[in-house]
């Protein structure tokens, strides 16, 4: 009995270094801190998280974004200051502002003031607002990369009609993975 147990179990030690569970390069390619890092990354300079994800087209979209928002906010805020400062001249007894001659009424120039303060405060909402997009779309991208989209995917509608057992027409939705 003994002599037939030991050739079993030396072929089974010696088969056991043939026979694998699973791909062990496959199992290394997944990182689960990687939307993590590419969200951090843009988080501390934005657009290198979408380098970092190998999407660097997408960096130029990214400071154009967040380039137009600032020149909005930048310009909207001289405006400001410009109507409150011709303002604040004429309320003291000065004729030399920049406005003399195109806007007469003091109520304009306070009006000016309240456009461009409303314009420069949704400017910065806009600057605030890419930037957590900008991260938000780093985290996805990341995350998606995991996702299995080789060619093999398909969607194929399948017509059955079977007379011999079920005398029913129908449809079938087949997926093939």
Do not use: C
């Amino acid at each position: 009995m003994i002599n037939k147990i030991i050739p079993v179990l030396l072929l089974i030690v010696a088969s056991s270094s043939l026979i694998f569970s699973q791909d062990e390069a496959q199992k290394d390619e997944i990182d689960i801190l990687r939307p993590s890092k590419a969200a951090f990354y843009s988080a501390v300079l934005p657009g290198l998280g979408q380098i970092y994800n190998n999407k660097a087209w997408k960096v130029p979209i990214v400071y154009a974004a967040i380039g137009v928002s600032a020149y909005a906010y930048d310009f909207n805020k001289k405006k400001f200051w410009s109507y409150r400062d011709a303002y604040k001249r004429r309320k003291a007894g000065f004729t030399d502002d920049e406005y003399q001659g195109i806007i007469i009424n003091d109520d304009r120039l306070l009006d000016g003031q309240d456009f461009h303060k409303k314009y420069k405060d949704l400017s910065m909402v806009f600057i605030v607002g890419f930037y957590f997009l900008n991260i938000l779309d780093a985290n996805i991208d990341a995350h998606l990369l995991d996702f299995n989209v080789n060619e093999d995917l398909s969607f194929k509608p399948y017509f059955e009609n079977d007379e011999l057992f079920n005398p029913n027409i129908g449809l079938k939705i087949k997926i093939s993975l």
